[in-house]
């Protein structure tokens, strides 16, 4: 089954890029027919869907992120990758990579001074 496991810094700057790593296991990045998603959960509150990169290349955003996130894969590393510019406190949360019911085990992110 398709393993997936999330990497990052866990503490990052307020007004700085959020830059997290989801790196694939069991299972092709370019040739699944996955859509690779981020997912955030802020202490507190519900899971929010971020966006996806599709099998082939695009890629989705969550409309409730005014910012302009990118979300890009890298197929030769098996690895997609998510950039949350201008970050602030509220952007603290357990951010996870998922492919439809394959889950990462999640890593916490805190933005603060």
């Known amino acids: 089954q398709v393993q997936l496991q999330e990497s990052g810094p866990d503490l990052v700057k307020p007004s700085q890029t959020l830059s997290l790593t989801c790196s694939v296991s069991?299972?092709?990045?370019?040739?699944?027919?996955?859509?690779w998603s981020w997912i955030r959960q802020p202490p507190g509150t519900g899971l929010a869907w971020m966006g996806a990169?599709?099998?082939?290349?695009?890629?989705y955003y969550s409309p409730s992120l005014k910012r302009h996130i990118s979300i890009y894969r890298d197929t030769s590393k098996n690895q997609f990758a998510l950039q949350l510019p201008s970050v602030t406190p509220e952007d603290t949360a357990v951010y996870y990579c998922?492919?439809?019911?394959?889950w990462g085990k999640g890593t916490l992110v805190t933005v603060s001074s």
């Open positions: 998922a492919a439809e019911q394959y």
């Open positions: 990169v599709g099998y082939r290349g695009s890629t």
């Open positions: 069991s299972g092709s990045i370019g040739n699944s027919y996955y859509y």
